[in-house]
């Protein structure tokens, strides 16, 4: 049996779940450092975004703050390594890490070219932004196309996030056994 990946959504669907990939949403950036009794400045970067929080929490109303983590399109994740890890063998590598988990810090989505997905997607779970319910809400309005990631991968999503956010980093390892 075959499990579609997406979604498409219909037009006047303005349902926010858990798994929504979302295109172009302002995200606001504070700065380093916010001096005393200035007005800081504010920059507004525009995501690719995928939604985190819990759709329970979304569909209930029981939050202000929806929790979304940025993708990119695996070609830019692969531009954006170190120049020395930009050949076939090593992004070959990167991608096969990514697909098994290996690295978690980021989240591999499949392709789904019959809904505009022409390759595969990295989330970044190290970036993660809070955006207004109400303003998400509005966003999505002005949207022409939206897809939502499906079950079970948007519950392998949420793992993949739940490991990344509750790993723990050790001041020393376990010592090696001799033998």
Partial sequence: ??????KKLEQQDYSLQ?????NNCPILIPPKIIEKDTTPLIDIR???IVIISQSCDLEQNKLDIVLVCPYISLQVFFELLPQNEQTTKAKRKHFD?????????????NKGEEFGIAEHLVVDFRNVYGVH????????????????LL???REHLSQGFARFFMRVGLP????NLQL
Avoid: A, C
């Fill in 1 to 6: 049996m075959k499990y579609p990946w997406y």
């Fill in 172 to 175: 020393q390892s376990v010592d």
């Fill in 18 to 22: 858990q798994g929504d990939l979302i």
């Fill in 46 to 48: 525009q995501y690719d």
């Fill in 97 to 109: 890490k990514l697909k098994q988990g290996l690295q978690p810090n980021y989240h591999l989505l």
């Fill in 133 to 148: 319910l109400d303003f998400l809400k509005e966003h999505v309005k002005e949207t022409d196309v939206r897809i939502r």
């Fill in 151 to 153: 079950p079970p991968y």
